[in-house]
């Protein structure tokens, strides 16, 4: 049962606080109750817990967590959310500007730290509340960030498109840290032949190493499959 902490009156606006951190939770929310809004905390099993609790479907805001392991696409639930007219507040401890750029993109109407002192945060809340427009500078630098980082990526991952397919075969080998010698011995090959095709990925990719070509692809998530 939402309970404000309020004298007399009205609460400021209706909260919901989804979090699977008991601790943050408990504090973030006795503070906000402490400044007059009516919160409710909500530790989900799954979507569905979020999308129909009482505090969304009667046009509350909510204060989501981006990181909880049952929800495993957190950026489909804001865009929902979002659709249904509700205000998304995202709640992070990270600063993975992949990440926080993309809870904004789904609707996210304020990013908030984990880290931030929750001094202000009241304020913030109200103007959310109120359909205010809060952060605006932070969120497009944060919005340009994404294009950026997706365009690069977008680029990055062209590139594994000019390997051949024994040099993806090799790049496979290689991300999962077998050496030239053992993939020589393993596919039937001498072990100039496997170098040449090593040199040939670092030339492709623009690599100066196995280990860096390596890092580029688990960065654009070229992930290895079972190699014969």
């Known amino acids: 049962m939402i309970q404000p902490n309020l004298e007399q009156g009205s ?66 639930l804001i865009a929902t959310l979002t659709a249904r007219r509700v205000r998304v507040v995202a709640l992070t401890g990270s600063t993975d500007a992949l990440t926080t750029g993309r809870a904004l993109r789904a609707g996210a109407v304020l990013l908030v730290q984990k880290s931030e002192p929750l001094d202000g945060l009241a304020q913030l809340l109200q103007a959310v509340a109120e359909g205010r ?6 969120r497009e630098v944060r919005l340009s960030d994404l294009r950026h980082l997706e365009r690069t990526e977008r680029e990055t991952f062209a590139v594994f498109e000019l390997l051949t397919n024994r040099e993806t075969a090799i790049l496979f080998h290689l991300m999962a840290g077998r050496s030239a010698s053992a993939i020589a011995d393993q596919d039937y090959v001498s072990l100039a032949t496997v170098r040449a095709q090593i040199r040939a990925i670092l030339a492709k990719l623009g690599a100066n190493s196995q280990l860096e070509a390596v890092a580029m692809a688990n960065r654009v998530g070229f992930e290895p499959r079972q190699v014969a």
């Open 11 to 76: 609460p400021r606006c209706t909260v919901l606080l989804v979090d699977d951190h008991e601790i943050l939770t408990m504090g973030m929310a006795a503070y906000l109750r402490s400044d007059g809004f009516a919160v409710e905390t909500l530790n989900p099993s799954c979507p569905d817990d979020v999308l129909s609790h009482p505090v969304v479907t009667q046009g509350g805001v909510v204060i989501s967590d981006l990181q909880m392991p049952a929800i495993p696409d957190v950026f489909e």
């Open 133 to 138: 427009p809060v952060r605006t500078g932070e």
